[in-house]
């Protein structure tokens, strides 16, 4: 539980006092009436005493009490009503409340930090009025009156006779039996006359004289003279005199004042309890004090027959107050009217004194010695009835002492709790003087006394009776001093069983609790008094089962080991059960206290509980701010709900979110939760749409926001875009240049503000995701932006007024009118600007409607209200809200201050500056190809039209693959069509020679200028030649260009960027770029594979040595995919500065170079150097250009069974002697993994060493055989060729030479071409060549059938004779050595 004010050793007794009843005269009521305070009220505040009193036992021993306090209360005649208590109850409850600012305990528990409040003076101001207010029963005589005080005024006629008449009603109203209320403790009550003197109205003298008739009459102790209101009210006070009264009376005020000032009150039942919502907000400062209420039915003068909280006739006594919150409607001014009242306002200071001293008297002259005379009376006719020889004070040893009666069981006991005793019973006796005992706080002789009382109704199973005994001796036993024997709490559990479940009183059942759970506390036994508090909690009260509940989850959180968890359950418990019974404030204030516990542990469902309730109870209080901020929470966490109930939460939100806006709805834009915007996946992209092919025409692709982002992509982007801008600025990149970026993304640099151009629209694309299983209408979707004008005026910037949305003049707007997201959902929405003026835009966020949509389109059959229709969806409801693009730029982590602490960059992507106008190229492709075949020449057009109002200049294209195309002249004679071409232009001319040998090259001549290259250019930038270099607004050009297939086969991405600049002169935008990527899928055509070699023969026909032979290997690699039905060899041509080809050695008679599909063709051309006076005349940057024709036509391919000609050229660079040259790059293969050798050096001199490639031109070789021969194989099956090997020693030194005939395969084509011959005779030979010897061996090579063959198979190694180390070189061979063999 929680902390109290009181111990329980304080609560107890001031719980119960001994009761004095008043009957005063209507002119003694008047005196009083004067401080606005009854008699019963005035003598309140002086009730206690501080000081020890003193008294004795039937012993004769002296009992000492500490702080008695009696409670002296106007006589009711009608016990009080149940709803009535209730009512004020509740209205206790309600009135109490947390303390503004107060500062609450913080409890760390394991990983939980709570605020939990420390006290709860609700719960002890409704513990304090409960056990005040609890009627008095027959069974039990603590709140029975024991005295009477009778008053009358001095101002009376005959006071004396009036003192008569009240002791005469008081008589009435005790002995006749038309009264059965209220209760008095013994027929011999005591009564106590009071004359109360008017000290500033009255003669003191004649009070005086009648207050010395009364002492003859009634005795001195029997009376009193009380002056009071030393001064009159209404002059004015000197001195501030205190109010002690307040602290009592301003709790009852609600009840109490209204009633004796506009007559009995009654309660309504408000059925409508929104429309009252707040009438308890005016109660907070009503309650005030130290949460101590005395409460006593003495709110009324004599006239007043009923009690002040018996319910008007006219309502129904049945009303639950326990629902929502019953108040009266007058409330408030009942309230305005008490605050201006001074209680005590005629009284003085020595006022107050006299009456302290009058209670004293009273109660040591009067109600002691009466109690003092009952107890020995009681204690005697128990003696003499018991025919005992001496006290039962004495005598409770020898009673507790002898064998114990087994007690039944609760379950074994009849229902008798109906059971009536007559007054006299000496049972009742016994309990009475108990009772008596316990009030002057005599404790053993109570416990003794309720003990034996107990056991006698359990005897005779009158069980009300037993369990108020069983409850009392509990106590007793409890309050002992010295604690001579543990608290008997089963005596209490017996005692609560039988109130609730046998006599079926649960206010006495309460009253057990609330004492019990007390005891049990002080005792640090907080789980045995959770336990009880929860026992007593049920559907009958749903206040009293809220306050309970609270305590008990008090009781989990301050138990030895805390326990959290059960804590904040049984908080929510109570706040519903508060919520049940009307008290919004509280029930707000447990599910808060609970949320702590929940939040943030993976208990969703829980708190999407609390935060669902909280938010009601919030809306219901006019929270409103606290009751969004609770929905906001269901909807923005990971909701584990269903549909239909995040459908319920997110429809209560929008409800309470429209209530917010309607209350201000001139204020800003409220930012809503949903749905959720991923803030650094926020894209901007300047510039239009793409335009869609249109026909053979194609645009640019250029950048989109379809695009997906590609580092590797964007880095080629940023070199071709620096390579091209290098070449304009003559070679240097300006220190200010950055790559220009018309898409911005969490992958791109935003440290900068972006640059957009005024009339180029601004998309900005939102990522937006739903969380929510139920789907979400987003409608009027817009951006939210302000925007800076600046009118530039020479270099001075004019700036004007900050505008904010509205402006379309300034920036035109796009409005998306429905924007749906379904369940889950994540999607993008591209929302447009368009600037109309220069200056600086920043984009804040979005603005929208927030809604559902209705149950016909939602998913899973979630129904919804009934809503406008607005569109294609019907709408629930919408509230106008926004959301706000916050991103937060890239972590610094340059400096070292920066690593060492968190910092972030800026991110400037939604803060565009707008420029002027600038030029805005488009380029369209036209007949484009998207295949070709390896080293295929096709003709397209490129279109390049400027869009803008600004003229266009210094347009550039740069790639990658400069040689996958070219361009032509837009004014060039296009080639005339030859037959054969059918619908292609032919991309060579044909040129007519006097050439009498086709196999004689032809000789041409160009400089590298003409392939731009060689003048300090990359040759990656060619420019574009356009009419005047200009293109101006809204022109077009079309020029020509040539593509070419790349070499290697599959799909090829060809980057272009095509760079402008503006005529102006210095603008912001220096210059602007058009991207295209080309996607070519080319399928194999020919491979081509060429060696070169030096020629054996030592000099050519005119006489000189030192020519080359070239080898060409083709073979055509194409799979008919493409259609391609053959190849034919048109041409071959050298391109070389210093050699040339001469002519075509051909092997065979057949000049007709035609490949089918994987055929190869082998073509061997001599090499000669260039003439020395063409090289005299021609500049070394000359090349030499020969070409070698040999049929007529290129390629044919058979398409929808139309012959087309194809044209295709290849090309292969030889820069070194013997080494096969590829006109396609070759796969590399790993190579084979090798043990590890480990070798000792030798000191061996190293200098004299020959190359390695010496060493392999030590030798030369050259194979001696028929071109072709005949053999009859049908007559016999082998056919033996005489082959000469010619080996010549080119070194002056003695050469070893080791000759290997055997084959050795490295590739299944060279295993195609000789894998079916074989070689006679011996296989290896090992010789000596001495310097420039020439030595030949003649071998025989063996044929089983007809085909081409290569010879060239024996391998020759090589090592100086001399060399210390073997060092084998392998010579290479010379040449193919081709041989047809036929059959005959």
Not at 427 to 451: G, N, P, T, W
Request: include cysteine; proline fraction near 5%.
């Amino acid at each position: 539980m929680a902390q109290c004010v009181q111990s329980v050793q304080e609560l107890i007794p001031d719980s119960f006092v001994p009761c004095v009843a008043a009957l005063c005269s209507d002119e003694a009521e008047r005196l009083t009436r004067r401080n606005h305070l009854s008699f019963a009220e005035l003598l309140k505040p002086f009730s206690r005493f501080t000081s020890e009193v003193h008294m004795r036992d039937p012993n004769n021993q002296l009992h000492i009490i500490k702080n008695l306090k009696i409670t002296v209360s106007n006589i009711i005649t009608q016990p009080p009503q149940p709803g009535a208590i209730r009512k004020l109850l509740s209205d206790v409850v309600s009135a109490s409340q947390p303390a503004e600012g107060l500062v609450a305990n913080v409890i760390t528990v394991g990983d939980y930090d709570l605020n939990i409040s420390a006290t709860t003076p609700w719960f002890e101001s409704y513990r304090e009025t409960f056990l005040q207010s609890m009627p008095a029963s027959d069974h039990e005589f603590l709140n029975h009156y024991l005295a009477c005080m009778l008053v009358a005024s001095s101002s009376e006629a005959e006071p004396v006779e009036q003192f008569s008449k009240l002791s005469q009603e008081q008589h009435r109203i005790q002995h006749n039996s038309d009264y059965s209320y209220p209760k008095w403790f013994i027929p011999n009550t005591l009564k106590y006359y009071v004359l109360l003197h008017d000290v500033s109205a009255g003669d003191e003298q004649r009070a005086d004289s009648i207050y010395e008739e009364m002492k003859q009459k009634y005795g001195t102790q029997g009376c009193y003279l009380l002056k009071i209101n030393s001064r009159t009210s209404n002059r004015a006070s000197d001195e501030q005199i205190p109010d002690p009264w307040s602290q009592y009376l301003q709790k009852n005020s609600i009840q109490n004042q209204e009633s004796y000032e506009d007559g009995p009150f009654t309660i309504t039942s408000n059925k409508n309890s929104d429309s009252n919502l707040l009438s308890l907000d005016g109660l907070d400062n009503e309650v005030k004090g130290k949460g101590k209420i005395c409460f006593s039915v003495d709110g009324l003068p004599n006239n007043f027959r009923a009690h002040s909280l018996q319910l008007d006739q006219s309502s129904d006594p049945s009303n639950s107050f326990d629902g929502p919150d019953h108040t009266k409607p007058s409330s408030h001014e009942t309230k305005k009217i008490n605050t201006g009242i001074i209680h005590g306002a005629c009284l003085t200071l020595t006022d107050h004194d006299r009456i302290r001293q009058f209670i004293q008297e009273f109660t040591f002259r009067g109600l002691l010695p009466h109690i003092e005379k009952t107890i020995r009376q009681l204690n005697d006719q128990l003696i003499s009835r018991k025919g005992l020889s001496r006290s039962l004070f004495s005598a409770t040893k020898k009673w507790f002492s002898g064998s114990k009666v087994p007690e039944k069981s609760i379950n074994e006991l009849k229902n008798t709790s109906g059971l009536q005793y007559p007054p006299e019973a000496p049972e009742l006796q016994i309990r009475k003087m108990a009772d008596l005992c316990f009030l002057v706080q005599h404790y053993d002789l109570a416990y003794s006394c309720y003990h034996t009382a107990k056991k006698d109704f359990l005897n005779d199973q009158a069980m009300l009776y037993a369990a108020g005994a069983l409850e009392m001796a509990a106590v007793s036993a409890f309050l002992q001093p010295g604690a001579p024997r543990p608290y008997p709490a089963h005596y209490m559990d017996t005692a609560i069983q039988t109130y609730r479940d046998i006599c079926k009183n649960m206010v006495l059942a309460e009253r057990c609790v609330l004492l019990s759970a007390e005891i049990l506390k002080s005792q640090s036994k907080y789980s045995e008094a959770a336990a009880l508090l929860i026992r007593l909690t049920s559907e009958d009260s749903d206040l009293r089962s809220a306050l309970l509940l609270e305590q008990a989850a008090h009781c989990f959180i301050n138990m030895k080991n805390p326990m959290v968890r059960k804590y904040a359950f049984h908080m929510i418990l109570a706040g519903h059960r508060f919520s049940k019974a009307g008290q919004k404030k509280h029930a707000l204030r447990c599910y808060c206290q609970a949320m702590q516990v929940y939040k943030g542990k993976g208990w969703s469902l829980a708190e999407d509980h609390i935060n669902f309730t909280i938010g009601r109870q919030s809306y219901t209080l006019r929270q409103l701010d606290n009751a969004v901020s609770a929905f906001r929470h269901i909807l923005i966490n990971e909701s584990k709900q269903s549909a239909a109930q995040q459908g319920a939460f997110l429809r209560e939100y929008l409800y309470v979110y429209k209530n917010v806006s309607h209350l201000s709805p001139d204020g800003p834009l409220p930012q809503l939760p949903l749905p959720y915007i991923n803030s650094s996946a926020t894209r901007v992209f300047f510039g239009h749409d793409r335009r869609p092919a249109d026909g053979e025409k194609q645009a640019a692709t250029h950048i989109s926001l379809d695009q997906e982002y590609d580092s590797e992509s964007s880095q080629q982007w940023r070199e071709l875009e620096e390579q091209v801008v290098a070449v304009v600025n003559k070679g240097i990149i300006p220190s200010n240049f950055h790559p220009t970026q018309y898409c911005l993304s969490s992958y791109s640099d935003n440290s900068r503000f972006p640059l957009a151009v005024v009339e180029e629209p601004i998309t900005v694309e939102v990522a937006f995701r739903n969380p929510l299983k139920v789907p979400l209408l987003l409608t009027d979707l817009s951006l939210l932006w302000k925007f800076q004008p600046k009118h530039f005026i020479g270099k001075d910037n004019e700036e004007s007024k900050e505008l904010v949305t509205g402006e379309p003049e300034m920036i035109g707007t796009e409005v998306i009118s429905e924007f749906l997201i379904n369940s889950e959902e994540s999607k993008v929405a591209r929302l447009k600007l368009f600037p109309h003026h220069v200056g600086e835009l920043h984009i804040l966020g979005v603005v929208y409607n927030l809604g559902t949509i209705q149950g016909s389109v939602t998913v899973d059959g979630i129904g919804g209200l009934p809503g406008c229709h607005t569109g294609k969806h019907s709408l629930n409801m919408s509230v106008r809200g926004r959301q706000d693009l916050e991103i937060q730029g890239p972590r610094l982590n340059n400096t070292k201050e920066e690593k060492t602490s968190i910092k972030y960059g800026p991110d400037r992507r939604l803060d565009p500056i707008i420029t002027e106008e600038m030029p805005l190229l488009e380029v369209f492709f036209i007949h484009f190809p998207t295949g070709l075949l390896c080293g295929e020449i096709q003709k397209a057009y490129v279109e390049f039209v400027n869009v803008s109002k600004c003229p266009l200049t210094g347009l550039k294209v740069v790639s990658k693959r400069p040689e996958f195309f070219t361009f032509g002249g837009n004014t060039a004679v296009l080639t005339p069509l030859s037959p054969s071409a059918s619908e292609n232009c032919s991309a060579y001319k044909t040129v007519v020679t006097d050439s009498t040998s086709v196999c004689t090259a032809l000789i041409s001549a160009a400089s590298s200028v003409d392939f731009g290259i060689g003048i300090g250019s990359q040759p990656e930038v060619i420019p574009v030649p356009l009419p005047d270099a200009v293109l101006l607004p809204g022109a077009s050009v079309q020029l020509p260009m040539w593509l070419r297939g790349p070499d290697e086969e599959g799909v090829h991405e060809i980057n272009f960027l095509f760079y402008y600049e503006s005529v102006k002169k210095k603008p912001k935008i220096q210059h602007r770029i058009l991207r295209h990527t080309a996607i070519i899928c080319t399928s194999r055509s020919l491979n081509v594979r060429a060696t070169v070699y030096r020629s054996n023969s030592l000099e050519d026909e005119e006489g000189r040595g030192g020519n080359m032979l070239v080898f060409v290997d083709v073979e055509n690699i194409n799979t008919s995919e493409a259609g391609v039905k053959e190849f034919h060899i048109v041409q071959v041509s050298s391109s070389s500065k210093h050699w040339m080809l001469q002519k075509s050695v051909n092997l065979s008679e057949n000049k007709d170079a035609k490949l089918a599909s994987r055929e190869k063709g082998k073509f061997c051309f001599k090499a000669v150097r260039c003439k020395e006076k063409e090289a005299a005349t021609q500049s070394s940057e000359k090349y030499t250009f020969a070409d070698i024709l040999f049929g007529n036509e290129q390629a044919y391919v058979v398409e929808d069974s139309k012959q087309l000609i194809l044209e295709g050229q290849h090309h292969v660079i030889l820069n070194t002697i013997g080494k096969e040259a590829f006109s396609y790059p070759q796969k590399q293969e790993p190579p084979e993994m090798e043990l590890l050798k480990f070798v000792r050096p030798e000191n061996t001199t190293v200098s004299s060493r020959p190359s390695v490639e010496q060493l392999s031109s030590l030798i030369k070789m050259s194979l001696h055989y028929p071109e072709s021969f005949n053999h009859p194989f049908h007559q016999k099956s082998l056919c033996l060729v005489p082959v000469t090997l010619l080996l010549s020693n080119c070194s002056k030194a003695d050469v070893d030479v080791i000759v290997d005939l055997r084959h050795k395969t490295t590739s299944p084509e060279a295993l195609e071409i000789h894998g079916s011959f074989t070689w006679l005779g011996q296989t290896q030979y090992k010789l000596q060549l001495k310097s420039q010897e020439i030595h030949s061996l003649q071998l025989k090579a063996c044929f089983v059938h007809t085909g081409v063959y290569n010879l060239g198979t024996p391998r020759v190694f090589a090592k100086l004779s001399d060399q210390v180390t073997v060092f084998e070189t392998s010579q290479q061979n010379s040449m193919p050595a081709l041989i047809i063999i036929n059959n005959v």
